[in-house]
């Protein structure tokens, strides 16, 4: 069965420093990955997608993640955080019928002036 | 339209009345999901539609919650006997073809709360 564990469900830094948001996954078979931002009021947006292609995926905003199947993880990182990069970041992992995504329990990115 | 419309924004009920909850996808997309978000618990899988057909129910939490889909486009969320519970709220996502690869669109949710 596949799931999705987010190992941290705050995480608070500073403008300008960098940012880590840790995604372990469990998967039957090659799992899609994905990485959904939700800013406060606003709906979910994806930020970046994992589909066995490049390991290392680049993501609208900066964000980046590398898939690494020996770690089962998938983190997202950002070099410098910016104060617009407060939301709750959610870490996905495709499921094991069509049509289902298995969304973790979030991490909520606090950024400090 | 432009993106996934969902209705209503809000809803204020009493226990034990019945809710329903409209999900507008984007035009041509085949794919429609609803999800609930509830505090602190991510978003949990409720059910998922392929044109009109529901090939994945397996996430509707009782026989008191049901969804339809007519037309391929508009979907229903309907809660029957509304308990206290079942204050969350409520996604609705489409995906053009509904493939596990493809990104989902969301709309903005209704919140509901039940008294």
């Known amino acids: 069965a596949q799931s999705v564990t987010q190992l941290d469900s705050h995480v608070s830094v500073s403008e300008g420093t ?21 800013h406060p009021n606003k709906g979910l947006q994806l930020l970046l997608k994992y589909t066995s292609a490049a390991t290392l995926v680049k993501g609208i905003n900066g964000f980046e993640a590398e898939f690494k199947k020996s770690e089962t ?22 499921g094991g019928s069509q ?3 298995i969304f973790g329990k979030g991490t909520k990115l606090s950024v400090k002036p | 339209g432009a993106g996934v419309s969902q209705s209503p924004s809000n809803k204020v009920t009493e226990k034990g009345k019945d809710v329903e909850l409209r ?15 509830s505090l602190g618990q991510g978003l949990e899988f409720l059910i998922y539609f392929q044109g009109n057909s529901a ?16 037309g391929g486009s508009v979907s229903t969320l309907t809660i029957q006997r ?23 669109f969301f709309g903005s949710g209704t919140q509901l709360s039940v008294l």
């Not at chain 1, 960098?18 to 939700?38: A, D, I, K, T």
């Not at chain 2, 999900?23 to 978000?37: E, V």
């Open chain 2, 82 to 104: 509304t308990q206290q519970e079942d204050s969350a709220v409520y996604l609705c996502a489409s995906s053009p073809r509904g493939s596990v690869h493809e990104k989902l």
């Open chain 2, 23 to 37: 999900c507008d996808p984007i035009s041509g997309h085949t794919a429609l999901y609803w999800y609930r978000q």
């Open chain 1, 99 to 101: 049509g289902n995504l």
């Open chain 1, 18 to 38: 960098p940012v880590l948001l840790r995604c372990n996954y469990s998967s039957s078979y090659s799992p899609s990955l994905f990485w959904y931002v939700q």
């Open chain 1, 73 to 94: 993880s998938f983190h997202l990182t950002k070099p410098s955080a910016h104060m617009s990069d407060a939301a709750e970041y959610f870490c996905v992992v495709s």
């Open chain 2, 55 to 70: 090939p994945d129910k397996s996430g509707l939490p009782s026989d008191r919650f049901s969804a339809e889909r007519t």
